[in-house]
């Protein structure tokens, strides 16, 4: 969106997150807790064209979005959920926009080995903002790599990831794995350059030395559960 030439403000709870924001998309990120009104004050949150909550907790955003809507005017608000059944409610409660990443997904229908069924899109604001769910496969430069490590161009985000049955709000060491759904946030324009950055395959010798490393990590997970 900043490539848009869009005023994009960022509050991020976490000091560490939002120094390693700053410092690559080169954008402002307030330190605090976005359904805080000072949080909200102290970004200058006032008449924003659109207002995306991202947070690890369903409630969380929920009320950074009411706070952005009835206090600070957001035009529109777009809350990311884990429960699908909340889609519906918090739409009913006057947020414009709920997604959810295993809601999504239980709307397709098609067979999971077409490509059709592997990116799908969303709309919304009047197309100014694409959704994308996009499975990964094993055989993708992203599968079994850190996020921080995937280099994701600064035109998308990624919201989210759903890995059944759990919904896992990325941080730079999340580890993305095959047949995880990716939910991710850029413009139309970018929709097709999104896709095709998925959608890169790995050489073959270096998907060995990846899958190996993906291997060790697991193996001292399970270790370490022990």
Do not use: H
Request: charged fraction near 30%; charge should be positive.
């Amino acid at each position: 969106f900043k490539d848009k030439k869009n005023n994009l403000i960022v509050i991020n709870p976490s000091k560490e997150e939002a120094d390693v924001l700053m410092k690559r998309y080169r954008i402002p990120v307030y330190i605090g807790k976005p359904w805080r009104r000072k949080s909200l004050e102290e970004a200058d949150a006032y008449n924003a064209d659109a207002f995306i909550s991202l947070c690890e907790k369903d409630t969380d955003n929920f009320a950074s979005c009411l706070a952005a809507k009835r206090i600070f005017d957001a035009k529109k608000c777009i809350c990311v959920v884990s429960n699908p059944k909340n889609v519906d409610i918090y739409k009913q409660m006057g947020i414009d926009a709920v997604i959810s990443a295993s809601y999504l997904l239980g709307q397709s229908v098609q067979s999971e080995t077409s490509l059709a069924s592997m990116l799908k899109t969303l709309s919304l604001e009047n197309d100014k903002i694409t959704m994308i769910e996009a499975v990964v496969l094993s055989n993708y430069k992203i599968a079994n790599r850190p996020l921080k490590e995937c280099r994701f161009p600064n035109y998308v985000s990624v919201a989210c990831i759903y890995r059944s049955p759990d919904v896992i709000i990325p941080k730079g060491d999340t580890v993305i794995l095959p047949k995880d759904n990716l939910l991710l946030i850029c413009s139309p324009a970018d929709q097709k350059k999104v896709m095709n950055f998925i959608r890169q395959e790995k050489d073959r010798a270096a998907g060995l030395i990846i899958n190996k490393v993906a291997s060790r990590r697991k193996g001292k997970r399970e270790k370490d559960e022990l």
